[in-house]
């Protein structure tokens, strides 16, 4: 009944908020989220706004991710000596081929720095949330990633240095 009254409404604040097509996976979400802390629903109190502030937290969290993802994008492609003006079909084949060979590189490194790199990176989590997510000290989280990152480099940047880019 919950779902069914205040989808419409949850969907239009997911949409204005910013999250644009993936609105429907953000209410799925909050819906999913609010189920699971109904228990913590103060009864009498309304349900539109506490409902509403689930949308906008998850909104937030995919508003972020977008960025953290958007500038990982933007980091990996200055390895690239001529990233000029895009030839679209060209470099839409030459990002998935740079997306899978990332993928393939995170996948390789060892559990534990795979596991702060998804966390970071790919769930968007903050170092604080990826610290209470995995059980670790603040600080290693910090170490953690820090090494990942600098393997992660190892890893894809030799795969380039041999290649030859025409603009």
């Avoid at 949409?15 to 609105?23: K, P, S």
């Avoid at 539109?48 to 933007?74: D, F, Q």
């Amino acid at each position: 009944m919950l779902v069914a009254r205040y989808t419409l409404r949850a969907h239009r604040a997911a949409w204005l908020l910013g999250a644009g097509e993936d609105a429907d996976d953000v209410v799925q979400e909050a819906f999913v989220k609010a189920f699971r802390s109904l228990p913590k629903f103060r009864a009498g109190e309304p349900f539109a706004p506490w409902l509403l502030s689930i949308v906008a937290n998850e909104t937030k969290n995919l508003l972020r991710s977008r960025h953290r993802r958007g500038a990982l994008a933007l980091r990996l492609s200055a390895l690239e000596p001529d990233a000029s003006v895009p030839d679209a079909p060209f470099d839409e084949a030459v990002a998935g081929e740079r997306r899978a060979r990332l993928l393939a590189a995170v996948n390789a490194l060892p559990d534990r720095e795979r596991q702060v790199l998804v966390c970071r990176y790919f769930l968007d989590l903050s170092e604080a949330e990826t610290a209470r997510v995995l059980q670790w000290p603040l600080g290693s989280v910090k170490s953690r990633t820090s090494r990942a990152l600098g393997r992660l480099r190892g890893l894809v940047v030799p795969e380039d240095q041999g290649r030859v880019f025409h603009g």
